[in-house]
């Protein structure tokens, strides 16, 4: 019998991609919707309505995703959109990290992590010497990657009802 550690497993791949194609748009509605539903039930004990995610998918537009001040990344796995990460320029230093989601079949496969390192390489080229982001304290897990990536807590740097806490990270420089 043959051993399951010697199948060949699929690729993960992480590229640029427009926030308007169908697989990243796709992400980020996954995405409004799962921090909607995970808002909703903690604080109304009830999931979103279809409603409060298009108002949440018009309300933060992923527009500043795009070249040349910013870009969102896409992970597959053999092929199928599995996460997402996005990055935008804040200033000439200062880059910011958005929309970080992987869907709940990629959590645990470490998917996470190189976007995450993938969108600090993205920062670092477009000039940025730092990355910020903000979250909720109810992303748990968002909260635990960020700190074990070396992230820290910072002051606010914009007002959000829905930004509770704030972390930074010094990258280095691109190579010109």
Partial sequence: MPDPADTP???WTLAAEPPGSPDAAALLRDYYTEVADRYYELHERRRSTPEEIEQGVAD???GCLTPPHGLLLVARHGG?????????LLDARTAELKQMYVRPGGRGLGVAARLLAAAERAASELGAERIRLDTRLDLVEAVALYRRHGYAEIAPYHVDPYA???FEKRIPRAAP
């Fill in 9 to 11: 497993r699929p690729p």
């Fill in 80 to 88: 199928t959109a599995a996460g997402c990460a996005g990055v935008r």
């Fill in 164 to 166: 509770e806490i704030f």
């Fill in 60 to 62: 933060y537009p992923s």
